[in-house]
């Protein structure tokens, strides 16, 4: 049985609590590590610390998919959800640098002095208007690859699960996945408060999905002891 929200991250099992490290860079977003480009700005740091974010990524995906392999039957199946993560974060991270080298190239001078505010209103104007070229033209793909990834990773946890535990499991998906196109779409220029309901609203639909990881893994365990 799902654990009340705010007992749920301590209902996760230890092995998969570095994967949390997946949501909660999202809620100190000016540490540069997550997903989205951070609020303040500071695009030169953003840039500068990719291998950071990339090293982060993987050691946080690495229990997930220690957990998934031996649930997984079909042995293309798992293959394609390590692909698909590698190419989300790979192309996620060209394509954004390309965008910011986009962004920061229309006016230089002005971006170095401007202030933060200013600087958001540029993003927003200059994000909205998507580049005719180059890598910065599929800068938004990464996140779609990344939901139906979570949509991949589910459906190989859902048959482990108890019957009434497997709606829940998808409620958690549709959190998270509504939780990233909420960010996506108040990260600059929007509302503060949306922006960090749905940044929290991320933390609990990816640790639901940790927590029922947690339980399949454990069922596959159980019928495998004689």
């Not at 170095?112 to 599929?138: D, H, L, M, P």
């Amino acid at each position: 049985m799902m654990p009340p929200p705010f007992e749920l991250l301590s209902a996760i099992p230890t092995r998969l609590l570095p994967s949390l490290a997946i949501p909660v860079v999202e809620l100190v977003p000016n540490l540069n590590l997550g997903w989205w480009v951070p609020p303040n700005l500071n695009l030169k740091v953003y840039k500068k610390v990719w291998p950071l974010r990339i090293l982060l990524s993987i050691l946080a995906w690495y229990p997930v998919f220690s957990d998934l392999l031996p649930l997984t039957e079909d042995s293309s199946h798992f293959s394609l959800m390590v692909l698909g993560v590698v190419a989300s974060l790979t192309i996620r991270n060209i394509c954004l640098h390309k965008e910011i080298e986009r962004v920061e190239n229309l006016a230089p001078d002005l971006w170095k002095g401007f202030s933060v505010e200013n600087r958001r209103n540029i993003w927003v104007v200059a994000t909205q208007v998507k580049a005719n070229e180059g890598a910065a033209r599929y800068v938004e793909y990464p996140t779609k690859i990344a939901a139906f990834v979570m949509f991949g990773l589910v459906s190989i946890i859902l048959p482990y699960l108890e019957e009434g535990e497997r709606y829940k499991c998808w409620l958690t998906y549709a959190l998270f996945v509504s939780a990233g196109i909420g960010i996506g779409g108040t990260r600059n220029g929007g509302s503060i408060a949306l922006d960090v309901i749905f940044r929290v609203m991320l933390l609990f639909g990816f640790g639901g999905f940790l927590l029922f990881l947690g339980d399949a893994s454990d069922a596959m365990f159980l019928k495998s002891v004689p």
